[in-house]
Structures are given as C-alpha cells and as structure tokens.
C-alpha cells in the first residue's frame, strides 16, 4: 500500500492504531559523519502530526526501521527466473512444489555464497 506523506494519511494512521513512518524526502547517500551520528532535535512544543512523524524518523529506531523498509526482494526473484531458469514448478501439489521451492532456494543460497567468498 502506497502511502503519501499528508497530514491526513498520518491522523488516519494514528486513529487505526498504527505508527506510521513515511518518507518526507530522500536521503542522499553517503552522508557525512557530522550528519549520520549527530544528536536528535528535540520534540517542538504541541507538534503536529507531520512534526511527530518526521521527529520519529529522525530517531535512531527510526532510522533502523526506515533502513529496513528500504531493502527489496525483487532482484532475488530476477536472478531465479534469469540466471537460474527457473521458470514454473516441474511437481504437482503443494508439499511436492514447497520441496522443489525449498531447494531452488538452497541452490540460490549456495550461488550466492560461492560469490561472495569469491
């Protein structure tokens, strides 16, 4: 679910009881130290719900839990379908298809073990 920053999204997901952590802009890679480890900015006085959210990502819990959102698995399902031909299930049936599953993944694991080992 694609969520836009706005004062709206934000009370609508505070009201459901969610923590919402939506990107307010994008972060440049290779920040300088000075920047990465600085002291978090206090809380200003009655903040809005935009202020409250910004201010938790820029706590370090919020910047470890907005690091993990940006992670994609997607190349990893490229890689089988490309490099490793994997293209459908060769079985039938659920546990016979969650074997062959398991053991593309085996296979994936190992190749990529191999690579970075060199």
Same mark, same amino acid.
């Given at each position: 679910?694609? $969520?836009?920053?706005?004062?709206?999204? !934000? +009370?609508?997901?505070?009201?459901?009881?969610?923590? &919402?952590?939506? @990107? /307010?802009?994008?972060? @440049?890679?290779?920040? #300088?130290?000075?920047?990465? *480890?600085?002291?978090?900015? &206090? +809380? #200003?006085?009655? #903040?809005?719900?935009?202020?409250?959210?910004?201010?938790? +990502? %820029?706590?370090?819990?919020?910047? %470890?839990? @907005?690091?993990?959102?940006? @992670?994609? $698995?997607? &190349? $990893? *399902?490229?890689?089988?379908?490309? $490099?490793?031909? *994997?293209?459908? /299930?060769?079985?039938?049936? /659920?546990?016979?298809?969650?074997?062959?599953?398991?053991?593309?993944? !085996?296979?994936?694991?190992?190749?990529? +073990?191999?690579? !970075?080992?060199?």
């Amino acid at each position: 679910m694609l $969520v836009t920053l706005s004062e709206h999204n !934000i +009370l609508q997901c505070e009201n459901t009881k969610i923590t &919402p952590y939506i @990107s /307010f802009g994008k972060d @440049s890679h290779n920040q #300088p130290l000075e920047e990465r *480890f600085k002291a978090e900015e &206090p +809380l #200003p006085d009655n #903040p809005t719900s935009v202020e409250r959210m910004k201010h938790r +990502l %820029q706590t370090k819990e919020g910047k %470890q839990i @907005s690091a993990e959102r940006k @992670s994609t $698995v997607e &190349p $990893v *399902f490229g890689i089988m379908k490309h $490099v490793m031909g *994997f293209r459908q /299930f060769m079985l039938r049936g /659920f546990e016979k298809a969650k074997g062959e599953w398991s053991l593309l993944c !085996i296979a994936y694991n190992l190749k990529r +073990l191999h690579t !970075i080992r060199g």
